[in-house]
T-cell receptor, first 111, second 114 residues
Framework: EDQVTQSPEALRLQEGESSSLNCSYT??????LFWYRQDPGKGPEFLFT???AGEEKEKERLKATLTKKESFLHITAPKPEDSATYLC????????????FGKGTRLSVIA | DAGVTQSPTHLIKTRGQQVTLRCSPI?????VSWYQQVLGQGPQFIFQ???????GRGNFPDRFSARQFPNYSSELNVNALLLGDSALYLC?????????????FGPGTRLTVL
């Protein structure tokens, strides 16, 4: 069974204090790993897709990396507007498989 | 361009009632997926439809059903509502049913069952 575990569950940072969120996964052949941002009461907003180990993608203060067992979302010099829940999801090669999500990391950035 | 739209935004029902949620995908997208997100959890897959055909079904009871229309919009129906059905229901669209297609989510419908 495909599984995604995200850590920590919650993270509180001071503005400008860089950190990383972790997404560990078990999947029967990774087709893609996805990162989304979700604000309270709203739908997830797409950030990145990673397909193979060693791949990296960046967007503003965010950088996502992928290994064979985990992905990291690095946040450099975060601002209060980066506060949100960050969701990681995987999709397997077998059949027509849906996204399997982790529970998310709730990030709070304090000014 | 408009993103994925969902209606209604909020809904309050009582146990045993039936509910219909609606979703319009991004223009040009032919695949729609439905997810249930309980507070504090990640979204959980319910259905995927492509070209009006069901392409995948998650581990949900038969009380849950869905369909896709010729204009690619979709409806999710839930019968005999239970308290545990209270959740944010998310619709996501993608260009095809291909696994590497990115899924774009709508704002969700918040369902409360009393």
């Amino acid at each position: 069974e495909d599984q995604v575990t995200q850590s920590p569950e919650a993270l509180r940072l001071q503005e400008g204090e860089s950190s990383s969120l972790n997404c560990s996964y078990t999947v029967s052949g990774l087709r893609g790993l996805f990162w989304y941002r979700q604000d309270p009461g709203k739908g997830p907003e797409f950030l990145f897709t990673l397909y193979s180990a060693g791949e990296e993608k960046e967007k503003e203060r965010l950088k996502a990396t992928l290994t064979k067992k985990e992905s990291f979302l690095h946040i450099t010099a975060p601002k209060p507007e980066d506060s949100a829940t960050y969701l990681c999801a995987v999709q397997a090669w077998s059949g027509n498989t849906p996204l399997v999500f982790g529970k998310g990391t709730r990030l709070s950035v304090i000014a | 361009d408009a993103g994925v739209t969902q209606s209604p935004t909020h809904l309050i029902k009582t146990r045993g009632q039936q509910v219909t949620l609606r979703c319009s995908p991004i223009s040009g997208h032919k695949s729609v997926s439905w997810y249930q997100q309980v507070l504090g959890q990640g979204p959980q897959f319910i259905f995927q439809y492509y070209e009006k055909e069901e392409r995948g079904r998650g581990n949900f009871p038969d009380r849950f059903s869905a369909r896709q229309f010729p204009n690619y919009s979709s409806e999710l129906n839930v019968n005999a509502l239970l308290l545990g059905d209270s959740a944010l229901y998310l619709c996501a669209s993608s260009p095809t049913s291909g696994a590497t297609d990115t899924q774009y989510f709508g704002p969700g419908t918040r369902l409360t069952v009393l």
